[in-house]
């Protein structure tokens, strides 16, 4: 779906769906944004405008929530999510080197796609599984006790043309 | 009230003073970087902490209140440590170009690490690489030098409402800029100028348009013109060791001429004019029926600006006056070009000015060029001129009084009057009530408008009928008027306003975002008395007793609102997009 070229009503429809639940509840900018990011991958600028009008909030405003949270992202990811778990754990047993190893074989840093979108790269915080640090996840698949010179054969799971 | 102990001084203050305040009272100045105090405290800074006896923690004095028999010290070796580390740490993401900056030697942060003796950088660099942004043409955001301290923040989200500059990101990732990094010039900022004002560093300042009038007085083939704003006058000598306030008018004539202008006019005559067209349009929709009320001034570019962004919906109670500033650089290249026999191509109109936005208003729309060339070519700001004074060597202090030139000079009290919040009010009710009863006021004062309030809301007698008015200063205190009016048209009430004077710097143009930094509302109401004092003395008081506006108007205009005065005197409004990206 490009917002770009989505239609202003079917956008303004769409926030207003999920805005009006949470009519008037203090704090409620979060969770909007956070269903707006569930839907749409990221928190495009087009429905920023519309949720700071709908809410009567400056854009700014917005701006500054989502840019304070690691979560939200202002631009759509890659299709497929490498998140490396910078927990203490995995911190300890080497994901740095793996943080290291997938900005190299991406070309990208962590917070950004790759050109072809095929990929984006993101460090996250506890993963919830310890033991078996270090954790790296693409998509919905967890790798393992990875170590940096197996980066390569996982990326090459979801490269194009790839077997999956 | 609290009675308390600082640095062993007995000191009573009202509850909930902050310490930093209280210490104030007994002569006692606690550094500080973040603190303005025409904001509220954000404990951004760092360096206000002391000590209070029986505590170990060193709070920050900007932010806590004092309380009923605290001991506290403000300054001993840790103290003074602790603050050295956290300037230390500040200088570690500025960069060191002090001697090229636009505060140089007026910079908050160079007189404390001057103060604190800092001679050596402790800490490895770490510098912000966003962008320098001067794409408003008014000022100039320079994020490495940034210290995080939230003053412009503050300002443009709770002083003026714009909301142009945020906070983005967090901790060492942390700058300010419009919502999604784009430029300020694609942001909703009105170029009031007022992060300029308040920022303790040289982070934003304004655009530097000096060397533009240099060239032009340097140009044989330019007949220079130039105007002072009404402001200026009071608040130009806070640079050269007068009081604020003191009216220096007249050295200022001198010093222009001495600059090598060909002409010195005075835009307080401008002001005259402004008064004559918008009394008129005031007089045909109050008296006559003739289009909305209520009536809202427009000499400010900031406010038009915002407006236009914010709240189009009341363009059609926008007088179609231009800006004192705008009328006098249009008549400059038309009317005393004529008399002179000059070509307007060849006269360059400088204006100095207490404002940023005046460099945006100069080319807004169409309009501003309504003698076939742009009417005001330069507009530099106090701070400007102040550095042009000390570049021509010339000793300002100690310069003899002169005169303006005329035709575009001499001027009333009312046209003094605009520079301070409620001024243009006072100074239209003078004319407009003349207007309506053809008889001169018996007293030409209306208190009731004057102060710093920050919205005023009276109402006058003229010829027996009641003029509801309203003075809002500061953009945020704009909204409360803009919403009572709108509502009484969507309900059909009577309308709570006939009249409506806004200004968008807090006290108008004499605490403009070009005017002399360190303003507060004690130094706000000094220049304001400078200007009524100003007023007070002038043999004339009203906008229309002035001889040269009235010849201007025999002469060349016939009368106001004539076709004549229209093309030139007036211009129109649209919606704007508050964000371009």
Known sequence: ?164 | MVKAVINSIPVEVPENTSILDAAKTVGVNIPILCKHPDLHASAACGICVVKMKGSQKMPRACCTPIEEGMDIVTHDPEIVSVRKTVLNLILSNHPNSCLTCGRNTQCELQTALADFGIREEPYDKLLCSAPLDSTTGTIVLDPPKCIKCGRCVTVCQEMQNVWALSFLERGIETRISPAGDISLGDSPCVRCGQCSAHCPTGAIVEKDDTEKVWAALQNPAKHCVVQIAPAVRVTLGEHFGFEPGVNLSKKIYTLLRRMGFERVFDTNFGADLTIMEEAAEFVQRFVHGKSVLPLITTCCPSWVDFMEKMHPDMIEHFSSSKSPHEMLGVLAKTYYAEKQGLSPADIEVVSVMPCTAKKFEIHRSREMSASGFQDVDTSVTTRELSRMIRQAGIDFANLPDGECDPPLGDYSGAGTLFGTTGGVMEAALRTAAFMITKEKLPRVEFENVRGLKGVRETSVTVAGKEVRIAVAHGLANVEYVIEKIRKAKKDGAPLPYHFVEVMACPGGCIGGGGQPYGVTDELRAKRARGLYSDDKNLPRRCSYENPYIQQLYEDYLGEPLSKKAHELLHTTYKPRPMYQR
């Open chain 1, 1 to 164: 779906m490009d917002i770009e070229k989505t239609d202003i009503e079917d956008i303004r429809r769409n926030v207003e769906e999920i805005c009006a639940p949470w009519e008037g509840r203090p704090g409620n900018l979060i969770m909007i944004l956070h269903q707006i990011q569930n839907r749409y991958s990221y928190v495009p600028r087009r429905i920023s405008f519309e949720v700071a009008k709908r809410l009567s909030i400056p854009l700014a405003r917005i701006y500054e929530v989502i840019t304070f949270y690691n979560y939200f992202k202002l631009e759509p990811p890659g299709k497929n999510i490498v998140s490396v778990c910078m927990g203490t754990a995995c911190y300890l047993k080497g994901a740095p080197s793996l943080v290291e190893r997938l900005g190299q074989e991406l070309g990208i840093k962590p917070g950004e796609s790759t050109r072809d979108k095929n990929f984006y790269l993101q460090v996250v915080r506890c993963l919830g599984c310890c033991g078996l640090a270090p954790v790296l996840t693409v998509g919905q698949k967890v790798y393992s006790n990875v170590r940096p010179e197996q980066v390569p054969g996982i990326l090459a799971e979801y490269r194009q043309g790839a077997v999956v």
